[in-house]
């Protein structure tokens, strides 16, 4: 007869290929099956092949790895199917005119997930020239800014805990998270602007673009500036984003067809030469219509613009690099894929983002799609009967907003060839139309979704559907 460890030692390979729910019911098939499904080892790899990272610690006092197991599949089942009473909703009532943006200053990490509560903290900037903070969980106000200028934008930092706004007559403001108190400000002038954060080895810094067509650096909280570069003179900055490396940052427009972004060295912007102009390079496409950094790449930048007939639009995929020659040195941008989109050359609303070295979301109209940094379609869905205003991608799922009042949920399935699927799970309402004309805005952590709603009456409002194990 085989030993009983031998019997393990099989066992233990056949759960490697059992669905959560055999496993949960495993251990009362037989005695050997009751003594692996009890197997430390067995739930660790089972733990450590469903999740890149796992923080035992999110349990408390009783750490297992059975137990992480079981309440994060648990809490991802319900983040799945979204089923009544798998969530919780809550109605963030408080601001008296339109949200303009919001974003997580304390979210739930998918990498240090806790599992038994969130302490999640969303800020919300309106034109009524307010900045809200809200408890996620319980819907509950933490704090309300002064009434300024109507707000026009809002980043924040989780790690510094800082929160960034821009109002209608340029005025750029720093928040303390947890308080609400003003740390600084800085005038640019500009009735719009776009704001990027970023943190280097060297500092913190504040990339502001403005309606001038330049891009004006900031360092630290306090605001003070380091540089100022022209981009594209007369035309709103309103394309802004740095690199996974931190070395490059792409500034441009969307309001002008013959006009090319422009990728900038981060060092120019934060430690500029007194003796000569910042290290810039042209991106070769004009008619720039949105663009995202792929995020586990050092410098790669996808760009959807206008085609060479000009009658539609493309989405050509670059890598950026540093060339250092004897005198002089330079940036490369350098053409690495190049496909047509079937969309207008007018088509609004774009939103792309991009979820791994192989894969971006595009969403325009009423439909997404899912492609390959090749230009193979790998799905398309067409949940909304109202244009996607906004959406959320993340290593869980992707969440679209719309005007139709509705938020859909889709989630990745990884394959065993390594390959991805995204699924359409669900919608998540956001009210009755007679009082609401559709969701604006919306933003995930890894168990909470926060989007805004457009209030018949000018008050938008904002929900919060929060999910826990």
């Known amino acids: 007869m085989d030993?009983?460890?031998?019997?393990?030692?099989?066992?233990?390979?056949?759960?490697?290929?059992?669905?959560?729910?055999?496993?949960?019911?495993?251990?009362?098939?037989?005695?050997?099956?009751?003594?692996?499904?009890?197997?430390?080892?067995?739930?660790?790899?089972?733990?450590?092949?469903?999740?890149?990272?796992?923080?035992?610690?999110?349990?408390?006092?009783?750490?297992?790895?059975?137990?992480?197991?079981?309440?994060?599949?648990?809490?991802?089942?319900?983040?799945?199917?979204?089923?009544?009473?798998?969530?919780?909703?809550?109605?963030?009532?408080?601001?008296?005119?339109?949200?303009?943006?919001?974003?997580?200053?304390?979210?739930?990490?998918?990498q240090l997930p806790d599992l038994r509560t969130s302490s999640a903290i969303v800020c919300s900037a309106s034109s009524d020239g307010t900045v809200r903070a809200w408890n996620v969980q319980n819907g509950g106000p933490l704090w309300c800014s002064p009434v300024q200028s109507p707000l026009t934008g809002i980043l924040a930092d989780e790690e510094r805990e800082v929160v960034i706004t821009s109002d209608s007559t340029g005025l750029v403001k720093t928040w303390q998270g947890q308080t609400g108190q003003e740390m600084a400000s800085y005038s640019t002038s500009s009735p719009r602007c776009t704001l990027l954060q970023f943190n280097m080895s060297n500092g913190w810094f504040l990339t502001v673009g403005t309606s001038q067509g330049s891009v004006c650096t900031l360092a630290d909280c306090s605001l003070s500036k380091k540089s100022s570069v022209v981009v594209c003179d007369s035309f709103r900055v309103d394309l802004l984003l740095v690199s996974p490396d931190k070395k490059w940052v792409m500034a441009g427009t969307t309001e002008g067809a013959d006009l090319s972004p422009k990728v900038i060295s981060t060092e120019s912007l934060t430690s500029p030469p007194e003796d000569e102009g910042p290290l810039s390079q042209l991106v070769p496409v004009s008619g720039c219509q949105a663009a995202v950094f792929i995020p586990t790449q050092p410098a790669r930048l996808a760009v959807i613009h206008l085609s060479e007939s000009r009658a539609d639009k493309a989405l050509t995929v670059f890598d950026v690099s540093i060339k250092k020659m004897k005198y002089k040195t330079e940036i490369q941008v350098q053409q690495v894929e190049s496909f047509p989109l079937m969309l207008s050359a007018w088509s609004p609303g774009l939103h792309l983002?991009?979820?791994?070295?192989?894969?971006?979301?595009?969403?325009?109209?009423?439909?997404?799609?899912?492609?390959?940094?090749?230009?193979?379609?790998?799905?398309?869905?067409?949940?909304?009967?109202?244009?996607?205003?906004?959406?959320?991608?993340?290593?869980?799922?992707?969440?679209?907003?719309?005007?139709?009042?509705?938020?859909?949920?889709?989630?990745?399935?990884?394959?065993?060839?390594?390959?991805?699927?995204?699924?359409?799970?669900?919608?998540?309402?956001?009210?009755?139309?007679?009082?609401?004309?559709?969701?604006?805005?919306?933003?995930?952590?890894?168990?909470?979704?926060?989007?805004?709603v457009e209030g018949n009456d000018g008050k938008d409002v904002l929900k919060a559907y929060s999910f826990t194990s």
């Open 353 to 452: 983002e991009a979820k791994s070295s192989d894969c971006m979301v595009l969403a325009a109209g009423e439909q997404l799609w899912v492609y390959s940094l090749k230009g193979v379609l790998l799905s398309s869905f067409k949940d909304h009967t109202g244009p996607i205003t906004s959406i959320s991608v993340d290593s869980f799922r992707v969440v679209t907003a719309s005007q139709d009042l509705s938020l859909r949920v889709l989630t990745w399935r990884n394959h065993s060839d390594g390959g991805l699927t995204l699924e359409s799970q669900y919608h998540l309402l956001g009210g009755s139309h007679t009082m609401s004309r559709g969701f604006t805005h919306v933003a995930c952590d890894y168990s909470s979704i926060v989007a805004s």
């Open 3 to 110: 030993s009983p460890q031998l019997i393990s030692d099989c066992l233990i390979q056949v759960f490697t290929f059992l669905s959560d729910e055999d496993l949960i019911s495993a251990s009362g098939v037989c005695k050997h099956w009751h003594d692996v499904a009890e197997t430390s080892w067995l739930w660790r790899r089972m733990c450590l092949q469903r999740w890149s990272f796992c923080n035992l610690s999110a349990l408390g006092s009783e750490q297992s790895w059975k137990r992480y197991f079981l309440q994060r599949c648990h809490l991802e089942m319900k983040m799945t199917k979204g089923r009544s009473g798998g969530y919780t909703c809550k109605s963030l009532r408080g601001h008296t005119g339109r949200v303009v943006g919001l974003v997580y200053l304390q979210g739930n990490s998918s």
